[in-house]
């Protein structure tokens, strides 16, 4: 079978086997890739049309109580400078998100003790109090189903939380001994019960990565169903173990971005800020891939370049919301309409 009659097959059975991924993956010929991506944005157009959804994100917290050996802001990285944002902070943010057409709000953070339930749902239940027609997204890691079922009770409605790898080997590679990928994911279906939209994802290039983690990932993803899915190519940071580590490539993201789609057309799919790191046309390339989410950076100016995740981390360009009017006219350039809408799954 041609590269082209396998990409016409997964479209087709909305699944893929591993020798297909290793297929799909290991191109280089620059009209197959394109046939691919071309594939994955017709599947896109078909479900939600012409249009790329904008989530205001909201980094409220760099504490966190975790040491993954990938992540900038683990406990142990002793020259962080920690933030956290007040309730009222947060409320300022939305309000500057809602007045430039922001539905939706994501808090994301690491996780932070001072957070107790008790203050996560005094500042979800504030925002939806003011902002009733916005969705409210969390990214705050594991917690128990009774806190999260408290969250929902208070008005959040979606939940991110990356399975980072669906094999338990490559799991144990990248966090301490604490975490495993049997909580992560029980998490994962914790919330589904609840009836959160819930996302899922990993980064691409991660050390120890394989092609056949990989085919776990998007495995995974078939078995959970989640709504959202989110990856984005790992970059090493300079303060954690794996600060010597090779970056995960454009090439692969995009090419992981496509197969998602083709495998579960309706999920909503960020181009990430990671992309938008390693290339500066990477959140546009994303969606000629199949992406059709974006999530600028709506937190407070000062703090940003503190929520360093990875080095370069993109965030005070377009990619932050003072940038919303050249993100528009970007989209606009590659045939997309930035919308004005909660953007929930169809
Ligand atoms: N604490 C929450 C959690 O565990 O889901 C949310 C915050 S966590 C920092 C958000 C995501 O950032 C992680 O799921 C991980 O995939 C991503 N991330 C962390 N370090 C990264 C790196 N060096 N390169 C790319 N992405 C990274």
């Known amino acids: 079978m041609s590269y082209q009659e396998v990409v016409k097959e997964v479209r087709e059975k909305q699944n893929i086997d591993l020798a297909q991924l290793r297929l799909l993956l290991g191109e280089t010929t620059k009209e197959n890739i394109e046939y691919l991506y071309k594939n994955a944005r017709e599947v896109a157009d078909e479900i939600y049309g012409k249009r790329v959804f904008k989530r205001g994100l909201i980094e409220f917290t760099n504490y966190c109580k975790n040491d993954c050996y990938y992540c900038g802001i683990r406990r142990s990285n002793a020259t962080t400078e920690r933030y956290r944002l007040e309730k009222e902070t947060i409320l300022d943010c939305c309000k500057k998100g809602y007045d430039l057409g922001y539905r939706t709000f994501v808090l994301q953070g690491g996780e932070d003790g001072y957070f107790t339930d008790e203050r996560i749902c005094e500042i979800v239940s504030a925002i939806h109090k003011e902002y009733p027609d916005c969705a409210i997204t969390l990214s705050i890691g594991e917690k128990s189903k009774e806190s999260y079922q408290k969250y929902f009770e208070a008005g959040a409605n979606r939940y991110l939380l990356r399975h980072e790898t669906a094999n338990n080997e490559h799991y144990k590679m990248l966090h301490p001994g604490y975490l495993s ?166």
């Open 181 to 346: 990928l049997k909580k992560r994911k029980q998490c994962l279906w914790d919330l589904k019960e609840i009836g959160y939209q819930v996302g899922c994802g990993f980064m691409v290039g991660s050390p120890y990565q394989t092609i056949e983690t990989l085919y776990e990932d998007l495995q995974f993803i078939k078995e959970l169903e989640p709504h959202m899915v989110g990856i984005g190519p790992f970059i090493p940071q300079r303060e954690t173990p794996f600060a010597k580590e090779t970056a995960g490539t454009l090439d692969m993201t995009l090419k992981l971005l496509a197969i998602i789609r083709l495998i579960h057309p309706h999920v909503l799919l960020p181009a990430t800020t990671a992309l938008g790191t390693i290339h500066e046309n990477g959140r546009e390339l994303g969606v000629l891939a199949g992406a059709n989410v974006i999530m600028p950076n709506l937190s407070p100016a000062d703090v940003r370049d503190k929520y360093k995740l990875y080095d370069n981390k993109a965030c005070t360009g377009d990619e932050a919301v003072e940038g919303d009017k050249n993100l528009r006219l970007r989209m606009e350039q590659i045939g997309y309409e930035l919308v004005c809408d909660r953007g929930d799954f169809q």
